[in-house]
């Protein structure tokens, strides 16, 4: 009974860590003429910041971004923090 017990445990805990929501801040640029943005996105893979680069790198192309640098990946408490600074780039990518 205790196995059954730490094994529905377990399983709620990582079903709930892997339902949790994921964003990331990042920096990127065009060139000619030369123009900086800083943004939140959220994130549909794994929530690490290489997972998060790799996801970024492509969304942002497609718009004519080179990716900078993905600075953190956090929670949505965490990307609220960050909407008045990411300004028209919150969740834009």
């Known amino acids: 009974m205790k196995r ?4 529905l445990t377990f399983l709620a805990a990582f079903a709930s860590a892997a339902s949790a ?9 065009q060139d000619d003429p030369l ?7 959220q994130i549909d893979g794994p929530c690490t910041v290489g997972d998060a680069n790799e996801e ?18 956090f929670d949505l408490a965490g990307a609220e923090l960050r909407r008045e600074n990411a300004g028209d780039y919150y969740l834009r990518y």
Not at 4 to 7: G, Q, R
Not at 35 to 41: F, H
């Open 56 to 73: 970024l790198v492509s969304r942002l192309a497609d718009e004519g971004w080179q990716l900078l640098e993905v600075l953190d990946v």
């Open 4 to 7: 059954l017990i730490l094994s």
């Open 21 to 29: 929501e994921c964003y990331a801040d990042y920096k990127a640029k």
């Open 35 to 41: 123009r900086l943005q800083y943004g939140v996105a």
